[in-house]
């Protein structure tokens, strides 16, 4: 069952601000990773951060993991137009290499 | 490295025919690969694990007879949307996990776009 929940649905930026994007999920993990997604593509891998892991950078991504709140942001700095995508949240738990996805945001970074 | 292709990208087809989509690692062996089906601005939703060797693992309310999945080789892995219908029309993902090293990463195949006439 999907167990992850992205906020906001839809977000639209000016190109060089940040975005910020929240995933909530509701059983225990193993590990949670983000994902992007190009209209009518594939996905493609940003980051995976482990459960006992509380932040992790890559490049203009920063991801945070807060366990006890089962929650977990994905922040873009420094938008770029190419930066335009859908971005989905994706867990698995423990022992298990199925992912679990969010609904994802959709991000318009606007030049 | 770590490429996923799927063949055909895009497939129309007439109500009661059948449809196979194949999903390929290029440049490394996959013994675990993933199918997935995402509807229009929808996430995506596993249907099922596809294991070279053995039979697939089906999530709940996936019809296995419906969606036949043949992984025969450690690089292919394929999904056949029997007597298609309308209501199958979706976009199919697969993934696939690398064998030795890559982690629990996942690499996601382009997707194939299926329209059910």
């Known amino acids: 069952s999907q167990q992850g929940e992205e906020d906001p649905q839809a977000l639209s930026i000016q190109e060089g601000e940040n975005a910020t994007m929240n995933c909530s999920y509701k059983?225990?993990?193993?590990?949670l990773q983000w994902y992007r997604q190009n209209s009518g593509r594939g996905l493609v891998h940003l980051i995976l951060?482990?459960?006992?892991?509380r932040e992790k950078h890559s490049g203009r991504l920063r991801v945070t993991l807060d366990t006890s709140k089962k929650s977990s942001s994905l922040l873009i700095t420094a938008s770029r137009a190419a930066d335009t995508a859908s971005y989905f949240c994706?867990?698995?738990?423990?022992?298990?290499?199925?992912?679990?996805f969010g609904k994802g945001t959709k991000l318009s970074v606007i030049p | 490295g770590a490429v996923v292709s799927q063949h055909p990208s895009r497939v129309i087809c007439k109500s009661g025919t059948s449809v196979k989509i194949e999903c390929r690692s290029l440049?490394?062996?996959?013994?675990?690969m993933f199918w997935y089906r995402q509807f229009p601005k929808k996430s995506l939703m596993l249907m099922a694990t596809?294991?070279?060797?053995?039979?697939?693992?089906?999530e709940q309310g996936v019809e296995k007879d419906k969606f036949l999945i043949n992984h025969a080789s450690l690089t292919l892995s394929t999904l056949t949307v029997t007597s298609a219908h309308p209501e199958d029309s979706s976009f199919y993902i697969c993934?696939?996990?690398?064998?030795?090293?890559?982690?629990?990463?996942?690499?996601f195949g382009p997707g194939t776009r299926l329209l059910v006439l």
């Open positions: 993934s696939a996990k690398l064998d030795r090293g890559g982690g629990e990463t996942q690499y």
């Open positions: 059983t225990s993990i193993n590990n």
């Open positions: 951060i482990r459960s006992n892991e």
């Open positions: 994706a867990t698995s738990g423990a022992g298990s290499y199925q992912l679990t």
């Open positions: 596809s294991n070279e060797g053995s039979k697939a693992t089906y």
């Open positions: 440049d490394f062996q996959a013994t675990t």
